[in-house]
């Protein structure tokens, strides 16, 4: 099994609707981020938390909240999904600066 | 605020051709700098970092060197195989912000037989 796991690989949803990015990691690392990828723009910080208690904004988190249910698992939610949040979301998880593990990435298609 | 700015995009090399991917960066202080790498399909791995000036980063046969006076981390090869073709990033890890990563918009490698 792969050490972040991201679920779903890949999602159409319709405009307005609700949608959650699941991650659940097995390195047993504090630190989990999520990132957005889009052409031209690499990754942009969307929320990250260093621990189950600590939740921080990125720098583009309007239109996103986040849920750090257990040191393992740290989802991301759209409430009401717009066209413009169609991108390639990214887990990461980290202990330090030093141990970034991506996992594979969830495609989201808002249409 | 702190930034990574790239070199664009595509760049199409053929195997054995000598390759540099142009990194800068605006931050305050002393970063930590990082390449990563995408291969098609997956996510991003760790190919490289440096913690302060002048530190040589290498893995894999890239290497990039921290110029402080310049602000820059420049990715290079000398004799690039088909096996490379990925999309590269550049990033800085601002001192004192827990960790967190900014990323460059990223570079697409492609190396043709």
């Known amino acids: 099994d792969a050490d972040v796991t991201q679920t779903p690989r890949n999602r159409i949803t319709k405009t307005g609707k609700r949608i959650m990015l699941e991650c659940s990691q097995t390195?047993?690392?504090?630190?989990m981020y999520w990132y957005r990828q889009d052409p031209g723009l690499g990754l942009r910080l969307i929320y990250y938390s260093f621990d189950v208690k600590d939740i921080n904004k990125g720098e583009i988190s309007d239109g996103y909240s986040v849920s750090r249910q257990a040191q393992a698992k740290f989802s991301l939610s759209l409430e009401s999904a717009i066209p413009n949040q169609t991108a390639l979301y990214f887990c990461?998880?980290?202990?330090?600066?030093?141990?970034?593990?991506f996992g594979s990435g969830t495609r989201l298609t808002v249409v | 605020g702190d930034s990574v700015t790239q070199m664009e995009g595509p760049v199409t090399l053929s195997e054995e051709a000598f390759l540099t991917i142009n990194c800068t960066y605006t931050?305050?202080?002393?970063?930590?700098l990082f390449w990563y790498v995408q291969y098609p399909g997956e996510g991003l791995q760790l190919l490289l970092k440096a913690t302060k000036a002048d530190d040589k980063g290498s893995n894999k046969g890239f290497e990039a060197t921290y110029r402080k006076e310049t602000t820059s981390f420049h990715l290079e090869k000398g004799s690039v195989q088909v096996s490379d073709s990925a999309v590269y990033f550049c990033?800085?890890?601002?001192?004192?912000?827990?960790?967190?990563?900014?990323f460059g918009q990223g570079t697409e490698l492609s190396v043709k037989p």
């Open positions: 390195k047993g690392h504090d630190r």
């Open positions: 931050a305050t202080g002393y970063p930590s």
């Open positions: 990461a998880t980290s202990q330090g600066i030093y141990g970034y593990t």
């Open positions: 990033a800085l890890s601002p001192p004192d912000q827990g960790g967190k990563l900014i």
